[in-house]
Antibody, heavy 115, light 107 residues
Framework: EVQLQESGPGLVKPSQSLSLTCSVT????????WGWIRKFPGNKMEWMGYISYSGSTSYNPSLKSRISITRDTSKNQFFLQLNSVTTEDTATYYC?????????WGQGVMVTVSS | DIQMTQSPASLSASLGETVTIQCRASEDIYSGLAWYQQKPGKSPQLLIYGASSLQDGVPSRFSGSGSGTQYSLKISSMQTEDEGVYFC?????????FGAGTKLELK
């Protein structure tokens, strides 16, 4: 069974970087696409970007200057880094499998940006 | 970016009632549409992809239809476990974009 699990700090200070890990079991990240999606308070959902089976990436232009998605294939993990966060980056962050739609999701991690 | 407009924002339905949720795209998305259900404290679950294909394991009372810019999700007989928030999402063009969600409650 494919399972995804996010991990990372739940509190980040403004101007710092947000770093999250998605650990995948039951499926190799060298196949398919692996992305990050966030849900803001009030239900708005935003696709942030993906890393592909080959290691190529695609990012939401709204985040392009601040986001980086990388991976460690030996650990079957991929990572999100979001730089220069503000309070507007407070959200629940999900990792998910897919490119055009998302069939497996992690349970989500709530990240609050606050001093 | 393609804008996704969902309606209604919320609705309540009785057990056994048919429920329909609408989603309109700001341009033709050629059936590149998915529907998700999210329950409180849980991650979204994919229900429908390609506008009308039922994801494995999803009850057959869920169905999707539409083309061009207009799409809908139908629940043929409302059940208690169908309460939650439903999102549409277009995957035709990057960035993928989501509707604002429809909260479905049991009446």
């Amino acid at each position: 069974e494919v399972q995804l699990q996010e991990s990372g700090p739940g509190l980040v200070k403004p101007s710092q970087s947000l770093s999250l890990t998605c650990s995948v079991t039951g499926y190799s990240i060298t196949s398919n696409y692996w992305g990050w999606i966030r849900k803001f308070p009030g239900n708005k959902m935003e696709w942030m970007g993906y890393i592909s089976y080959s290691g190529s990436t695609s990012y939401n232009p709204s985040l392009k200057s601040r986001i980086s998605i990388t991976r460690d294939t030996s650990k079957n993990q991929f990572f999100l880094q979001l730089n220069s966060v503000t309070t507007e980056d407070t959200a629940t962050y999900y990792c998910a499998r897919g490119a055009a739609n998302f069939d497996y999701w992690g349970q989500g991690v709530m990240v609050t940006v606050s001093s | 970016d393609i804008q996704m407009t969902q309606s209604p924002a919320s609705l309540s339905a009785s057990l056994g009632e048919t429920v329909t949720i609408q989603c309109r795209a700001s341009e033709d998305i050629y059936s590149g549409l998915a529907w998700y259900q999210q329950k409180p404290g849980k991650s979204p679950q994919l229900l429908i992809y390609g506008a009308s294909s039922l994801q494995d394991g999803v009850p057959s009372r869920f169905s999707g239809s539409g083309s061009g810019t207009q799409y809908s999700l139908k629940i043929s007989s409302m059940q208690t476990e169908d309460e939650g928030v439903y999102f549409c999402q277009q995957g035709l063009k990057y960035p993928n974009t989501f509707g604002a969600g429809t909260k479905l409650e049991l009446k």
